[in-house]
């Protein structure tokens, strides 16, 4: 019944989050989806703009995948369903409230393919010793990439994760086709042995950075 209310009449429920502030989840034309104030976190354009970037690498030889920031999930419904990934995704999200909303509105819970880790992505990538065939960064708060995604430091502990012959794909912000000096500086940040496509207003907003890793 909700879904086809939905249609007609449609409905959003706020919850209090520590890190954004106010999510919101929306039930409209049939979809839920999770946006904070000024920005969509799962399953609208967000989850456009990822397949695009997931359409670009190949998974066929990608045998794990990290995922930096979870929201409600979308990504991984993609990386399931329309991209047919049957492999290990690890996903990091610090804010519990996401984690808590990404299971009880759209059915996202850890599994033996699927590990969720409640944790700050800048001291995951510092600490863990794993390293990944996929990495996809797509850290937001609500508009804002946090600017200590950009520096060197989480940039270069970042590569050290990333398998040679490996992926990163980097949801850099929106409506950075005006200031190309923030691509500029995560692109030299990483260093060496990166091979970058930049990608501008994707889904006419956001810039996606697509990398493929040469060398150690």
Not at 128 to 141: E, G, Q
Request: hydrophobic share 40%; proline share 1%.
């Amino acid at each position: 019944m909700k879904k086809i209310l939905s249609y007609i009449w449609p409905t959003t429920q706020r919850y209090t989050s520590t890190y954004n502030n106010t999510l919101e989840v929306t039930y409209i034309d049939g979809k839920k989806l999770l946006d904070t104030q000024n920005a969509n976190y799962s399953y609208g354009s967000l989850q456009k703009i990822l397949e695009f970037g997931i359409s670009k690498i190949d998974l066929q030889n990608t045998k794990n995948i990290l995922l930096l920031g979870l929201g409600g999930g979308s990504v991984i419904k993609s990386l399931r369903e329309k991209f047919k990934y049957r492999k290990n995704i690890v996903a990091v999200e610090i804010d519990p409230q996401v984690i808590k909303l990404a299971k009880d509105e759209f059915e996202i819970t850890a599994s033996e393919k699927l590990q969720i880790i409640q944790d700050d992505a800048f001291q995951y990538i510092k600490n863990t010793k794993k390293k990944f065939h996929l990495i996809i960064v797509d850290l937001f708060i609500d508009t804002k990439v946090p600017a200590v995604f950009y520096e060197e430091e989480f940039c270069k502990n970042l590569k050290k994760l990333i398998e040679v012959n490996g992926y990163l794909i980097f949801n850099a912000g929106i409506e950075l086709g005006k200031n190309s000096k923030i691509t500029t500086r995560i692109i030299k940040n990483f260093g060496s042995g990166m091979e970058f496509t930049v990608f501008k207003k994707v889904n006419s907003t956001n810039t996606l950075l697509i990398a493929l890793k040469t060398e150690g």
